[in-house]
């Protein structure tokens, strides 16, 4: 039977040992990430570019000229339910 000391060099020898092994392991493995888009999802991506050219700026000219005629009207029971329907979904 062979019995080693524990010795302070024993010990820094394996925990050398030990973490140049862990260090080999990891620099062998090279992860690369993907991404996979889905149809639904380029499905609204086209959505979304077929209907970037909108022109909204009648509707803003609308509330702009009810707004300096004093003429817009804020349904304030509307405008809560949206706030507070909005807030639920979160």
Known sequence: MNIKGIGLTSGI??????SNSK???????VSKDRIEISKEAKALRDYGIDRSDYDKSAKVNEIKN????????????????AMIDEMRRK
Do not use: P, Q, W
């Open 66 to 81: 009810k707004l300096s005629n004093g003429t817009y009207k804020i349904d304030a029971k509307l405008t809560a339910k």
């Open 13 to 18: 020898n394996y925990y050398n040992k030990v």
């Open 23 to 29: 260090v080999n392991k990891i620099e062998n493995k």
